[in-house]
């Protein structure tokens, strides 16, 4: 998938202190996730890898969507609000429901939108990166524990999120139309 040089709004680093690598290399893997999107119709993004997964790019952005929520504002912000997408009926709904609809594909990208706002007013906004969030009780995301969490963490752990969904993300495009890379 190759973007000129002069188009890429990805920094790929020079960033001054750990606030900003953090959130830099973090926005830069967002933007990584678009460029896989970028130019598919609501088809293409709802589109399946391979049987049984139900794994498609839609399915993708309907998923950081909820992870954004999950971490910035459930265990960073302290927020009681309801979980996008999932349920405890429907655990998986947000690949689940990634169907070939513009409204759907309108949705995912506007909630995804709206949690990233979120989460870089917090970010921005916090005193320090040592501020703690509480992961225990909340549900959905698991591996978090009873444990406070500090601010840092969950900024490397939405990192690694990104990359890793970033390289599904690669597997899934080629499939749609050939295009690889970056």
């Given amino acids: 998938m190759f973007v000129h040089p002069h188009e890429d709004t990805r920094t790929d680093g020079g960033f001054q202190g750990e606030r900003a690598v953090l959130a830099g290399y973090l926005r830069d893997q967002r933007l990584t996730l678009e460029l896989k999107c970028a130019g598919l119709d609501a088809e293409a993004l709802a589109r399946r890898s391979v049987e049984p997964s139900n794994l498609s790019l839609l399915g993708l952005v309907r998923h950081l969507a909820g992870v954004e929520q999950y971490w910035f504002r459930q265990v960073m912000a302290g927020q009681d609000v309801r979980r996008h997408y999932r349920s405890e009926d429907e655990p998986a709904g947000e690949f689940t429901g990634a169907v070939a609809d513009p409204a759907v594909v309108a949705d995912a ?39 406070p969490m500090e601010l840092r963490e969950v900024l490397v752990h939405m990192i690694e999120e990104y990359a890793r969904h970033n ?11 050939g295009r690889v890379g970056q």
Avoid at 115 to 141: H, M, N, R, Y
Avoid at 171 to 177: A, K, N, T, Y
């Fill in 109 to 147: 990208w506007a909630r995804w939108r709206a949690e990233i706002a979120f989460a870089e007013q917090l970010v921005a906004q916090a005193p320090s990166l040592d501020v703690t969030g509480d992961a225990g009780g909340v549900g959905g995301a698991g591996g978090a524990g009873d444990e």
């Fill in 167 to 177: 390289g599904h993300a690669d597997f899934l495009r080629e499939r749609i139309d």
